[in-house]
C-alpha cells in the first residue's frame, strides 16, 4: 500500500504551496518511495483529525500515522535505514534541525511579505476567510497592510540568505556533495513562494540562484514540474 | 615535532579570547593531537608574515602552515583522518560552514556590544591603540558609543541565540550525540566573552547553560580552566 501525504492545495487541485509538505514530498522522492498526495484545504480539519493533527503535512504509511514535517523525516529515516538517507548521520541531523529553526524565523517572515496576497490569490474560495482571519490574527495587521511592500519583502528575503552563499559558491548542496533534508527545507522555502506568486526571487549570478536550479532538477525535474510561476 | 598555534593573547600571556583560535584548540583536543601555543597580540603581524595572514589562528605541523580557523579545521580532518572526526562527514561540513558565517553575522555583533569596553581592557598595551583604531573604523564609532549599552547587547545576543534552544533541549550537542566542529564554533563566542568579561551570557534555565556546560568540561574542563570569568 503507497505512502499517502496529507498535501495543501490552492484553488486548483494541483497548486501545492506549503513549504512544510514540499519538503516531505522531497524526502519521499530522495528515498524512492512510493506515495500518493492527496489535496487538502486548511478548513478541512476534520479530514486529517485522525492524526491528531489541525495542519499539513499528515503522512500515513500503512499503521504509521505521522504529522509535523520533521517527524516525518524522522520516521522516513528510521523506518527505511535502507533508503538513500536524508540526514547523513546523527551529526547532520541536530544541525538540520537547527537549520529548520534558523530558516522558519528568519526566511519566512519576509517571505511571507513579498508572497501573502499572492498567496491570498490562490488558496481555495472555502479557505479564504480562513486564510484572512488566521493571518490578520497572527501578524497583528490587515493582510493588506501586512503584503503593502512586497519589494521591501524581497530585499530583506534576499539579505536573510545572506549566511548561505559562501556555503554554496564551494558546495552544491547544504548537505555537501549530494542533496539532503536541509535542500528541501529552502527548497520549500522556494517552492511556496514559486508555486503562489510571479515574484522573482533570486538574481542568475546569485549561488542560490544555481542550486535552486539543481534542486528543482532532481529526479527528472520533479518539484521544476510542479504547477507555479517560472523562475 | 608538535603543532604549533599563534594564539591571540592578551595583556597575560595565559589570557586567551579570541573565538576563532577557541574553535582550533577544541578542535585539536577533539582529535586528541599534541600541541603547543604561542601567545600573539594583534600588532604582532611580522611575527606570522611567513603565513601569509595578518590575523591568528595559524598553525604550524611540520611542514604544514594553514591560517584561517576554517582551512585548519578542513586540514586538520583531511591530516588525520584516523583521528576522532570533527566533522561527521560531507553532509555535516556543509553545515557546519552555513553554522559558521551564521554565527559570526548573527551572534558576534549583539556580543560585541556587550564585551567591547571589557576587551579593550584586556588587550595588551602594545595593542591598545591598534585596537581601538581598527575597531573604530569598523563600527564607524568610538568604543565607546558602540559599547555604550551592554545590557542591550546582552539581550539582543539572547534573542539571536533563540534558534539553537529548541536543539539543545533535544541534543546534548550542536553535532547531535557528540560535540563537533559546529559545538566549538559556538563555545568559540562564549569563551570570547568570558575570558575578556564578567558579564553574564546566560540563565541557569536555558538549555544553552546547560550545553555550555557540557563542553566547558570536556576533556577534563579544559576550556573551562582557561583564565577568565566564572560563568
Redo the contacts between chains.
Sequence with gaps: MAIKLYDLAGAEDDRRFSPYCWRVKMALMHKGLAFETLPWRFTEKDAIAFANSTTVPVLVDGNHTVSDSWKIAAYLEQAYPSRPAV?????????????S??AV??LHPPLMRAIVLDLYGHVHEKDKAYFRESRTKRYGMPLEQYGADPGKGVADFRAAL???R??LA??D?????GP?F?DYILLGVFQWARCASPRQLLEPGDPLYAWRGRVLELWGGYARKAKGYPV
Design positions: 540526514f547523513g548521520g546523527s551529526d547532520s541531523q541536530a544541525l538540520t534541525y537547527f537549520f529553526h534558523w524565523r528568519t545572506e549566511p548561505l559562501p556555503v564551494e558546495n548542496f547544504l548537505s555537501g556533495k539532503g536541509a
